[in-house]
Each structure stands twice: as C-alpha cells, then as structure tokens.
C-alpha cells in the first residue's frame, strides 16, 4: 500500500522552528517529486515547496522562499522541511504529496499520492 506519513507539526512561536517529515513507502521513491501543501481555515490549499527525488531539484513558494528548506533522504524515502523564523501565517495543515516526475514537469497533472495532515500553529 502507498502511504505518505507526515509527522511534526506543532505549536511554536513567532521567529521558531519546525521540522515537518514526509515518510513515503509503496512506491519507487526515485522517480517522483515530493511536495508539501498547506491549507489554513476558509483557504485554499497551497504549494509550498517540492524536491524531486531523482535530482535533487528544488521549489519554493515566494511566501517562504529563504525561511523553508525542503531536502530529502533517498535511503529512509523520507522528505524533509525545515521551517525558520515562522510567521502567524504560516499556521494551517501541512500536507506531503507525490507525484511521478513526468507528470510533474508536464505541467497541470494531479498529484498521485497525498498523506494525511499535521497541523503548524504559529503564535504571535
């Protein structure tokens, strides 16, 4: 089966840090790109970041551009998001997703896989 496990979120404040973790299994790692999302209350969801697991190529939202870093972990199939110097608006669910490399670059394509969500609040 597929799962993406999406664990550490949490409860920080204003200028903290988090690290949220993206544990993927069911699927050949290498040839997708994995992403984060997030979606606040009465929002859309969002991209916020995503690195393809065969280049090591990277992408970032303009909101978090120079205080996110995503890497990943090819051994342990897991993606990572370390996340600096929060704001208040950075509270909402944050999602990982997957989706093969092709479609990625296509443009437009959905997202394969999705993993369930782990809430970041940031307090001010």
């Known amino acids: 089966d597929v799962q993406l496990q999406a664990s550490g979120g949490g409860l920080v404040q204003a200028g903290g840090s988090l690290r949220l973790s993206c544990a993927a299994s069911g699927f050949t790692f290498g040839d997708y790109v994995i992403g984060w999302f997030r979606q606040a209350p009465g929002k859309e969801r969002e991209g916020v970041s995503c690195?393809?697991?065969?280049?090591?190529?990277?992408w970032y939202a303009d909101s978090v551009n120079g205080r996110f870093t995503i890497s990943s972990d090819n051994a342990k199939n897991t993606v990572y998001l370390e996340m600096n110097n929060l704001k208040p608006e950075d509270t909402a669910v944050y999602y990982c997703?997957?989706?093969?490399?092709?479609?990625?670059?296509?443009?437009?394509?959905?997202?394969?896989?999705w993993g369930q969500g782990t809430q970041v609040t940031v307090s001010s």
């Open positions: 690195i393809s697991s065969s280049d090591g190529s990277t």
């Open positions: 997703a997957a989706i093969r490399q092709a479609a990625y670059y296509s443009g437009n394509a959905p997202w394969d896989y």
